[in-house]
């Protein structure tokens, strides 16, 4: 049993005992009057959402969950299709894969995560190179401090192009590596 302020976005609870994925987590209060933590949840067998409001101290099972290397094969509206080794395809509604979405490309490799024989999300590499597909150039003079400007990176859906904030010296076509857990520029990756 793990406390309310030890669960975090992304576990599995058990709440009636039922599984809910939580998807957002707000924190309200002072250490004075503790806190508060307001999650919205879906239920993992239903896909109903819920939200509810708990204190710190209340306890939840948190449900560990099998995991399998995939990889990203298509998107099938509204599902994405991800393949194993044995050529078995598991199909995940997009919504439950969250922020993954922004790092999606053909042929990538994750982990699916399974509840009960069923694919219900994926877990990225921490780290990943994408090609900046545009990024405006650098203005000259505009150089005091640690200045950041948007490139959009590449990934498998260009309706989901996704934003990343990097320095001036990153432009169109450089490779660059993104931490997934933050979406934070890294490095320039040189051949």
């Known amino acids: 049993m793990k406390p309310a302020k030890e669960i975090r976005v992304g576990n599995i609870i058990m ?3 039922k599984p809910m994925i939580v998807l957002r987590s707000d924190v309200n209060g002072s250490s004075r009057t503790g806190f508060t933590y307001k999650w919205k949840m879906k239920n993992l067998l239903t896909n ?34 991800f393949m194993d080794a044995d050529y078995e395809q598991y199909e995940i509604e997009g919504e439950n ?26 877990e990225l590499p921490t780290t990943i190179v994408r090609k900046v597909v545009y990024s405006e150039p650098a203005v000259k003079g505009n150089t005091s401090g640690n200045v950041l400007k948007e490139a959009k990176i590449e990934n498998a859906i260009e309706a989901l192009q996704h934003i990343v904030q990097v320095p001036l ?9 993104i931490d997934t857990r933050t979406n934070e520029y890294k490095k320039v990756v040189r051949n």
């Open 169 to 177: 010296f990153v432009s169109t076509d450089d490779m660059i590596e």
């Open 15 to 17: 709440i009636d005992s």
């Open 97 to 122: 894969l969250g922020d993954a979405l922004n790092y999606l490309k053909d042929g990538m490799s994750c982990e699916a995560v399974f509840y009960d024989g069923k694919a219900i999300s994926v």
């Open 48 to 81: 109903s959402p819920q939200e509810n409001v708990f204190r710190g101290d209340d306890k939840f099972d948190v449900v560990v969950l099998d995991k399998k290397e995939v990889t990203y094969s298509y998107f099938a509206d509204p599902l994405y299709v």
